[in-house]
């Protein structure tokens, strides 16, 4: 199979007729043998409903529902795991991606031989101040910390080889940083393609102002943890003995000062009375326990199963 195409939905009822249509037209002219991967995320509108016609009058509708609002990251990771595909092209369900840029994301993966191409909404249709500006910083910073050369890490359009999708795990709010799993996992090859986009035609967006947090927070998580998930003793090991050792080399002056003073009769303060006192003993404490985390962290990794419980309710044409 060329194509699976995964979309990862919510309450996109009016949307999902039309952008079905369109992707059929783009399939058979372009002659691909494809799959197309619904994730209803739990919606609360007809959209599961829409989808079961769709799978009933196409054979290459395939479909999950989720019981409950999970999240794109959650969808998005169920349509990894179900993809055939050569190349997995993801897309979101509100027409606002084109599917006409398929096919040249397709040969960039195939004959430019990238491991992910990730689109760029050059030319962005969404509310200025809400949404391109803050996406434009957050784009930079990106750069900086991940060294990743992409302009629209985020863009719902995106073109994988079928190896990276089944290598990363998108999970929580995860999505933002696809591009800086695959290059975690060993896929550092990653292109760019200008996209065109469009205004939500229906409906409203999914993402509220939450997302400013919750995506900061997650690029510091998303950026520990291609460093040291794996080794968090390399991090909390040197940072702990740093810590303790600037401690210990205060502890020492103290010690060394308080026997010249005995033997000298030197008048001396008491030894609670002198900052490094406190210094001393708060470095050795958060030093200690930044060593106890790092050797928790190791432990938790080496016994811990990779698992996720996300709760499918149904499921149209897949085994
Ligand atoms: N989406 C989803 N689960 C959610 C939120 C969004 O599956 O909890 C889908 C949504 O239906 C759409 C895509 O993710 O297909 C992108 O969402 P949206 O268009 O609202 O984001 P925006 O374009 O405003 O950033
Ligand atoms: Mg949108």
Redesign the pocket.
Known sequence: MDISIVIPLYNEEESLPELHDWIVRVMTDNNFSYELIFIDDGSKDKSWQVIQQLSQKNKHVKAIKFRRNYGKSPALHLGFEAAKGNVVITM???L??SPDEIPELYKMIIEGNFDLVSGWKQKRF?NAFTKNLPSKLYNYINRKISGIKLHDMNC?LKAYKNKVVKSIEVYGEMHRFIPVMAKAAGFGNIGEKVVKHQA?KYGV??FGWNRFINGFLDLLTITFLSKFGKRPMHFFGLVGTLLFLLGFGFAVYLGVFKLYCTFTHHPARLLTERPSFYISLTCMVIGSMMFLAGFVGELILRNSPVRNNYLVDEQLNLN
């Open positions: 979101d369900a509100d606002q991606d969404d719902g939500r967006s999914k």
